[in-house]
């Protein structure tokens, strides 16, 4: 059995140091009132000895957990099938890396999970929370609020009438959804396509529901107005764009081009239209929306789409809330509601990247 090896504490710094233990303790805290000869002189002697400050005691006098939890209100088989999520979760995690924060991920498998993140989040085990991929009658944002956790959302709010969740401090980040969906229906327009079709996402979301207003926006403007069977709900998984788009050939075999609502979904209708016989973009012309490499690198012919920096995305949302964090702190009064108080959002660009399938 091997022996334990102990670890250097507190008094051990300060004898090194040659100063007291309240000076060491306010050294490593990160407290005020320690002359930069003397911290210096800590810092060294907690490197020389590898010092590691207890987390647990650390946290009673910074009132700080140094962790993020990161909810997605996705199962477990959604998250690690989908590469938006690898995506946005890298950049959380270089973003909070770079601030020593730690990342805790919870998902949720079902309505019965709500109520257990509520419990963690509410139990003071992190400073604050990233939320995304919500759905329209998710009780999360609700019960996150009720929790009193500092949050930023990814996505735009649009959570139903409930008063909690519709706080006007609510604090997102999202990308130009229904910009990007007119980009891309205008540019099939422009090619000369007139039976236009869109493949939406899940319309429980706001990112599907500002997609399919983009394409309305677009063929009311052109056309006068649009076929409504020109329009089919997905999910936006690569079986829902394959039973979408089937559907879209028995209503309309004369489409000659879609509109899928992410990349994910043009990869499953891209499939059905190859084993149909039609021809892309000859025939059928077919742009996504996300520029996910994973998933463009596989498609055939490669897919134009409309690009959105998801990566980039999930960096802003950590630091928001980090700058939040941080704020709320040099005025040593927990925010509630999110960073800042007041109400803040980031909406990123996108743009339309040109490629074989239109």
Request: charged letters at 25%; hydrophobic letters at 40%.
């Amino acid at each position: 059995m091997t022996e334990a090896v102990s670890r250097p504490t507190l008094e051990a710094v300060a004898a090194r140091a040659g100063v007291s233990r309240a000076t060491v303790s306010r050294v490593v805290n990160g407290g005020d009132g320690v002359r930069e000869p003397l911290a210096e002189r800590v810092r060294r002697a907690v490197e020389e000895l590898g010092y590691v400050p207890n987390q647990a005691a650390r946290s009673l006098v910074t009132r700080r957990h140094d962790a993020v939890a990161v909810v997605i209100a996705e199962p477990e088989s959604r998250v690690f099938a989908d590469p938006f999520f690898a995506l946005q979760l890298r950049g959380i995690s270089k973003e909070l890396t770079a601030h020593d924060n730690q990342l805790v991920l919870l998902l949720t498998e079902g309505r019965a999970d709500h109520a257990r993140v509520a419990r963690y989040l509410a139990g003071g085990h992190v400073d604050g929370a990233l939320v995304f991929s919500l759905h329209l009658d998710d009780p999360l944002p609700g019960l996150i609020h009720d929790a009193g956790v500092p949050t930023v959302f990814g996505g735009r709010p649009g959570w139903g009438e409930d008063a909690r969740a519709a706080d006007p401090g609510v604090v997102y980040v999202d990308c130009d959804n229904r910009g990007g969906a007119r980009a891309a229906v205008r540019h099939l327009l422009d090619l000369g396509r007139r039976r236009v079709a869109h493949i939406t996402g899940a319309l429980d979301q706001t990112s599907a529901a500002d997609r399919l207003d983009g394409y309305r926006d677009v063929m009311a403007d052109v056309l006068g107005e649009s076929d409504p069977r020109l329009v089919v709900e997905s999910d936006f998984t690569p079986a829902g764009g394959e039973r979408a788009m089937r559907e879209l050939l028995d209503r309309c075999p004369d489409v000659d081009a879609v509109f899928a609502a992410n990349d994910l979904t043009a990869l499953g209708a891209l499939r059905v239209l190859r084993a149909s016989g039609r021809r892309v973009p000859e025939d059928v012309a077919v742009v996504g929306f996300d520029d996910m490499v994973p998933v463009t690198e596989q498609t055939d012919p490669p897919l134009t789409t409309v690009r959105q920096d998801i990566e980039e995305m999930g960096r802003l949302m950590a630091r928001l809330l980090l700058q939040g964090l941080s704020e709320d702190r040099d005025r040593q009064r927990p925010t509630a509601g999110g960073p800042g108080s007041p109400a803040s959002a980031v909406i990123l660009p996108t743009t339309l990247i040109r490629r074989a399938s239109a």
